[in-house]
Each structure stands twice: as C-alpha cells, then as structure tokens.
C-alpha cells in the first residue's frame, strides 16, 4: 500500500554509466516531481510533470532526462554520470499541478553514488 | 530566485525543553508547508499554513505564518525524542509553475 515508490533504494555506480531510477504513485495524483537532496540535505527541484506533460525543468544539465509513460509514473533516466550526481533522489507526487495548497508527497529516495 | 532562511541551522536539546525554529524570507509566499524528514526516508508534510497571521496546532507543535507571508516559525513545547529528525520549511510562490522552494532545513536531536 506504499503511496510513492522509488526504486532502487540504492545505486552505486562507476562514472560515464547511464542509470535509471523508477518511480511510481497509486495516488491518482496528476503531478509528479524529481528532486535531488545534496549531501547537506537541500531539496532542489529538478523536473516536474502534470498528467505527463512536462511542467517545470529547472537549470538540470541535459544529461538527465525523465520519461513519463503515464500519470502514475515518472522515471529519471541519467547519461554519462559525473561525481557531482552523487546524491538522493527523491520523486514527490501532487494531487494537482499548483503547489499553492497542494501538499507534496514522497518516496523514500533512491541514494545514488557515483565512483 | 526566492530564498527561504532556516535558523538554526542545527540544535540538540533534553528532552522536556521548548524550541522555536524560523523560516525567513524576504519574498511574500501564498502558502508555506512544514515536512519533517528522517533518515533513510521522504520528507512528510506536517502542516501547511495559508494566511497571514495563521496559527496551527499539531499536537505539541504551533505553526505560525507571518502576517506579510514572508516568514513562519515552529514551535515544540516539551520536546520528546520521537521529535528529532530534519524539519524543513517550503513555500509556494503561487501557480504550480514555480514549484516549492525548500529551506535549507534544522536538524533537530532531542537528547532523553
């Protein structure tokens, strides 16, 4: 019954692989976000999606790109991965696309490290 | 870019004891959202506040937004130590477009 599920828990990677990171919501919420949380634990939006169609996509470089297949999933595709990636990654879903009331929602986070 | 200010920064206290932690900005906000956050875990919204001067209780916990919307501040009266985790304040600058823009957040310890 896991509301945002992100999978893998964990990645630990070499540099220049690609990688992806799942993530789900049996919600039936029409927004999904990604998120990175730095090592001093800043959340910082990355993408958002409402009903697939993408939303926000912040100063991101384009090695990362999320594909969503539909509104209850949104995966993050990540190419050539540097050390700088090294972080957690948390998916977030939204019952509506304004965040002006709409509480966020979370995964418990995919924590990748890059070699 | 809007900015939100989160002091302190860190704090470790005995169990008992009262505490305030501020969200500062200098922007106006239409909302602001209170997540806790634990190890190994997604923050979880505690609260959020949408008008100005509102006051929230949760439990032990009062919320308060500013009357400008540009600051809030959590208050534990009595602190136990299933309080310590990583509090986080957000704020909503209006339409979705602009996302939540998160504090840098209080690493909380409530020591028994």
């Known amino acids: 019954d896991t509301a945002v599920s992100q999978t893998p828990k964990y990645l630990v990677t070499q540099m220049g692989n690609d990688k992806s990171i799942k993530c789900e919501q049996n919600?039936?919420?029409?927004?999904m976000y990604w998120y990175k949380q730095d090592s001093k634990k800043f959340l910082k939006i990355m993408f958002s999606y409402n009903n697939k169609e993408l939303i926000i996509n912040e100063t991101v470089p384009n090695r990362f790109s999320p594909k969503s297949p539909d509104k209850a999933h949104l995966n993050l595709h990540i190419n050539s991965l540097e050390l700088g990636d090294s972080a957690v990654y948390f998916c977030?879903?939204?019952?509506?696309?304004?965040?002006?009331?709409?509480?966020?929602?979370f995964g418990n986070g995919t924590r990748l490290t890059v070699t | 870019t809007q900015l939100l200010e989160q002091s302190p920064q860190f704090l470790s206290i005995q169990e008992g004891e009262n505490l305030t932690v501020y969200c500062n900005s200098s922007?106006?906000?239409?909302?602001l959202q209170w997540y806790r956050q634990e190890p190994g875990e997604g923050p979880v919204l505690l609260v959020t506040?949408?008008?100005?001067?509102e006051v929230k209780k949760l439990k032990r916990l009062t919320f308060q937004f500013g009357d400008a919307r540009k600051d809030s501040s959590l208050h534990i009266t009595a602190a136990q130590p299933g309080d310590t985790g990583l509090y986080l304040c957000?704020?909503?600058?209006?339409?979705?477009?602009?996302?939540?823009?998160f504090g840098k957040g209080t690493h909380l310890i409530i020591q028994p």
């Open positions: 922007s106006v906000f239409s909302s």
């Open positions: 957000a704020g909503a600058s209006g339409g979705g477009a602009d996302g939540l823009t």
């Open positions: 506040v949408v008008t100005g001067g």
């Open positions: 919600l039936g919420h029409d927004t």
């Open positions: 977030a879903s939204s019952q509506v696309w304004s965040s002006y009331n709409s509480p966020l929602h």
